[in-house]
């Protein structure tokens, strides 16, 4: 049977339901490699749920005020800049399942860091570590994901795989209101209890091996950010950045990290508001996981950009791991990754002081971005599901192909 990354194609006649499609293809390498990319995703879900909940007790311990806080906030995503710049050349150069090993080093230290603050720059250092975690991680997951699943499963899977982020914000969103902020950073070690042993067991991309192979027969190979440059890849270019900048732009960052202040502010109790927020989330990705394969990438990034529906923010970061070939995806997912990541930071920092501003004003800009980012969708970005990846990649190069809806 003809094999496709870590899963075995499945017959494209039947259309079996998503876990039964996922159960009759998976290998005992895949199975461990969803596993480790699903436990960090919940790691990254974690620390970005960490702060909203945690705010008035970290400034009342520390003696914080509002800059202080928006500065650990915000720190997040200065780390997030940092792990950014270096994300496609690390995973180039040492491999997926390498960097993955630095991605736990950041992610404990941090919460370490966190757990055992007695000044404000341990607060600080242990959130930029975390920040420059993620901002390989969310590179690094949903490109190893879509290299090692077959083109029937690969939204799912991976989308699936990030339902796991929804999974830990809406925990430590739940926990952080019965749990110290001290006690919730050990707690946010006991996933790598389970990543850590796994990381000896699962195999490396197979689509990275023939990268390095091909780099090996080059003399240029390491001309792979400059060709990203070039006129062929200005469409693909565009459409990656815009789909995982924009929803930064629309107030991703200060929803998440502040939810305390804006219930506050409405004068409806953070607890509910963390409780709602967390099972609208969970459905909301449940749903993703379950139409993106069905309904297709394009359909839902129109429903995410509508409704702001936080727990589809996967979706860009799918379509962003599609679209480029291989000898530039480092050099893409780089640029795409620090253009979500300054846009994260702006907002992140500015957001208690918007809202101090004006709250309608805030959340009417936000407004404007997503309603932006909606009509882009639908009048440039095309359907991926159902393509192989080397498809897309040609739809997204072909000058014909690509005023094709």
Same mark, same amino acid.
Request: proline letters at 4%.
């Given at each position: 049977?003809?094999?496709?990354?870590?899963?075995?194609?499945?017959?494209?006649?039947?259309?079996?339901?998503?876990?039964?499609?996922?159960?009759?293809?998976?290998?005992?390498?895949?199975?461990?490699?969803?596993?480790?990319?699903?436990?960090?995703?919940?790691?990254?879900?974690?620390?970005?749920?960490?702060?909203?909940?945690?705010?008035?007790?970290?400034?009342?311990?520390?003696?914080?005020?509002?800059?202080?806080?928006?500065?650990?906030?915000?720190?997040?995503?200065?780390?997030? !800049?940092?792990?950014?710049?270096?994300?496609?050349?690390?995973?180039?150069?040492?491999?997926?399942?390498?960097?993955?090993? !630095?991605?736990?080093?950041?992610?404990?230290?941090?919460?370490?860091?966190?757990?055992?603050?007695?000044? !404000?720059?341990?607060?600080?250092?242990?959130?930029?570590?975390?920040?420059?975690?993620?901002?390989?991680?969310?590179?690094?997951?949903?490109?190893?994901?879509?290299?090692?699943?077959?083109?029937?499963?690969?939204?799912?899977?991976?989308?699936?795989?990030?339902?796991?982020?929804?999974?830990?914000?809406?925990?430590?969103?739940?926990?952080?209101?019965?749990?110290?902020?001290?006690?919730?950073? !050990?707690?946010?070690?006991?996933?790598?209890?389970?990543?850590?042993?796994?990381?000896?067991?699962?195999?490396?991309?197979?689509?990275?091996?023939?990268?390095?192979?091909?780099?090996?027969?080059?003399?240029?190979?390491?001309?792979?950010?400059?060709?990203?440059?070039?006129?062929?890849?200005?469409?693909?270019?565009?459409?990656?950045?815009?789909?995982?900048?924009?929803?930064?732009?629309?107030?991703?960052?200060?929803?998440?990290?502040?939810?305390?202040?804006?219930?506050?502010?409405?004068?409806?109790?953070?607890?509910?508001?963390?409780?709602?927020?967390?099972?609208?989330?969970?459905?909301?990705?449940?749903?993703?996981?379950?139409?993106?394969?069905?309904?297709?990438?394009?359909?839902?990034?129109?429903?995410?950009?509508?409704?702001?529906?936080?727990?589809?923010?996967?979706?860009?970061?799918?379509?962003?791991?599609?679209?480029?070939?291989?000898?530039?995806?480092?050099?893409?997912?780089?640029?795409?990754?620090?253009?979500?990541?300054?846009?994260?930071?702006?907002?992140?920092?500015?957001?208690?002081?918007?809202?101090?501003?004006?709250?309608?004003?805030?959340?009417?800009?936000?407004?404007?971005?997503?309603?932006?980012?909606?009509?882009?969708?639908?009048?440039?970005?095309?359907?991926?599901?159902?393509?192989?990846?080397?498809?897309?990649?040609?739809?997204?190069?072909?000058?014909?192909?690509?005023?094709?809806?």
């Amino acid at each position: 049977m003809e094999e496709e990354g870590l899963l075995l194609a499945s017959p494209s006649s039947s259309s079996p339901s998503l876990l039964s499609g996922i159960s009759n293809v998976s290998t005992r390498p895949f199975v461990l490699a969803f596993t480790v990319c699903s436990c960090g995703a919940f790691v990254s879900g974690c620390i970005s749920g960490y702060s909203a909940p945690t705010q008035s007790g970290i400034m009342k311990d520390l003696n914080l005020s509002v800059a202080d806080y928006s500065l650990f906030g915000s720190i997040l995503t200065v780390g997030i !800049i940092l792990g950014a710049l270096i994300c496609g050349k690390l995973t180039d150069l040492v491999g997926r399942i390498n960097t993955m090993w !630095i991605i736990n080093v950041f992610f404990i230290s941090g919460w370490f860091s966190i757990a055992f603050a007695k000044v !404000i720059w341990m607060l600080d250092m242990g959130r930029l570590l975390h920040g420059i975690g993620i901002g390989i991680s969310a590179y690094l997951g949903p490109i190893y994901m879509t290299e090692i699943t077959p083109r029937n499963l690969r939204g799912a899977v991976s989308s699936c795989s990030q339902l796991f982020a929804i999974v830990g914000s809406s925990l430590f969103y739940a926990l952080g209101t019965v749990v110290g902020w001290r006690d919730l950073a !050990i707690l946010g070690v006991i996933p790598f209890l389970v990543i850590i042993p796994l990381l000896f067991f699962i195999p490396e991309s197979p689509r990275w091996l023939d990268y390095t192979e091909h780099v090996k027969q080059q003399e240029d190979g390491d001309s792979g950010f400059f060709k990203l440059f070039q006129r062929k890849y200005a469409f693909s270019l565009t459409i990656g950045v815009a789909l995982i900048a924009l929803p930064e732009l629309g107030g991703h960052s200060g929803y998440s990290y502040y939810t305390d202040s804006i219930f506050t502010r409405t004068g409806v109790s953070s607890d509910f508001g963390f409780i709602t927020t967390s099972l609208v989330q969970m459905l909301g990705g449940v749903l993703g996981t379950m139409l993106v394969d069905v309904s297709g990438r394009r359909s839902l990034l129109l429903v995410y950009f509508a409704s702001y529906g936080l727990a589809m923010s996967s979706i860009p970061w799918i379509v962003a791991s599609e679209i480029y070939p291989v000898d530039v995806k480092g050099a893409a997912g780089t640029v795409c990754n620090l253009a979500g990541s300054i846009s994260s930071w702006l907002v992140a920092y500015s957001f208690n002081f918007l809202l101090q501003w004006s709250s309608t004003g805030t959340f009417l800009m936000f407004a404007t971005v997503t309603g932006l980012g909606f009509v882009f969708i639908a009048k440039l970005v095309p359907e991926t599901k159902g393509k192989s990846l080397e498809e897309i990649q040609s739809l997204f190069t072909d000058p014909l192909k690509n005023s094709t809806p």
